[in-house]
Each structure stands twice: as structure tokens, then as C-alpha cells.
């Protein structure tokens, strides 16, 4: 097993325990998971080690016929213009009757958690989150918005009972 993936699942086998000192995550009463498809650009994160270096990146959705969520995430590494990484894992919708809780499995068989806690009505924020506190992604269907947006969200990550302090705003392009 190389480095990289004896990393990834170390990472992946703590990934499932939470944070017994804090309260669960609440997520999104509901998610319609049609209109949650397509592309979501990462606007801030508290990056896994894949992520730290991470500019231009994007996850993008695709739900499959045997319900499955097709992810591809895409980032160009080290700089706007650095070398583009992509991954693919998969999502499963593991909360039906939300649609708010999956399961993402960058490698089989394990599965790291995946809540939508925040989802904003037309669909064009969201947080993702997890309940051990330890990875946040807050993305939206443009590359930027307004800074005012932006510190609505990281409040709103900070009353999930995150620390927000290692939260890292991912740069984009503005054209892709």
C-alpha cells in the first residue's frame, strides 16, 4: 500500500467516530437531490490534505440510475494555474427520507460522513459538514459572492460549533 493511500485511510477509519462533547450536526429537513446536481465551487473549506493546496476547486454532482451520486472534484493544485488534480468518489444517500445525510467513499469500503447542514432555498449555498468538527466545505454555484454572504455562512459553520480560525477561503478564477 503506498503512502498516500495508507494516509487516506487512517484519515477514512477515524472519519466515522464523532466528537462525543458536542451535539449532532443538524442537517436540512430536505434536499431535493435533482436540484443539488451539478457543480458546486468550493469557496472555503477546513481542508483534508488533498485540499491544502487547493485553488479553482469544484465538486460536482451527478445522480446515477441506481441512486448513487457520480462525484467528480476537480482543483488545480499549488496556485490558480497549477497542475489540475481530479478524484472521483462516490456519494451515497444514506438518510432518504432527507436526502441530507450521505456516505462518500474516495475508497472502497469505507465511507466518510457527508451532511448537508445548511442549504439555502433556491439552491445556491450550502454547507457541508461532518460531526466530528473536523473537515467543513462551504460552496455555492458561482465562483464568488458577495463578501457579506461569505460571512454569513462561516457564522453560521462557527454556530455548528465549529473553530473557524483554520477555515481557509479557496481562490477561483472568475471565468472557467
Not at 477509519?13 to 458536542?22: K, R, V
Not at 432527507?98 to 457527508?114: C, D, I
Request: aromatic share 12%; charged share 20%.
Amino acid at each position: 500500500m503506498n503512502r498516500v493511500a495508507l494516509i487516506l485511510l487512517t484519515a477514512l477509519l477515524t472519519a466515522c467516530q464523532s466528537n462525543p462533547q458536542q451535539a449532532p450536526i443538524a442537517t436540512v429537513a430536505h434536499v431535493d437531490l435533482q436540484r443539488f446536481m451539478g457543480d458546486w465551487y468550493v469557496l472555503g473549506n477546513i481542508p483534508t490534505f488533498i485540499e491544502k493546496e487547493a485553488f479553482n476547486a469544484v465538486e460536482s454532482y451527478r445522480l446515477a440510475a441506481d441512486g448513487t451520486v457520480e462525484t467528480t472534484f476537480t482543483f488545480n493544485k499549488g496556485g490558480l494555474d497549477g497542475p489540475l488534480k481530479k478524484y472521483t468518489p462516490k456519494g451515497f444517500v444514506r438518510d432518504t427520507s432527507s436526502n441530507a445525510v450521505w456516505g462518500m467513499q474516495f475508497l472502497w469500503p469505507f465511507k466518510t460522513e457527508y451532511l448537508i447542514a445548511h442549504l439555502n432555498d433556491d439552491y445556491t449555498h450550502t454547507i457541508i459538514a461532518r460531526n466530528k468538527r473536523d473537515y467543513v466545505w462551504i460552496m455555492a454555484r458561482t465562483p464568488s459572492i458577495p463578501q457579506s454572504e461569505y460571512d454569513a455562512l462561516v457564522e453560521r459553520t462557527r454556530q455548528m460549533g465549529y473553530d473557524v480560525t483554520p477555515l481557509r477561503r479557496v481562490p477561483h478564477k472568475t471565468a472557467r
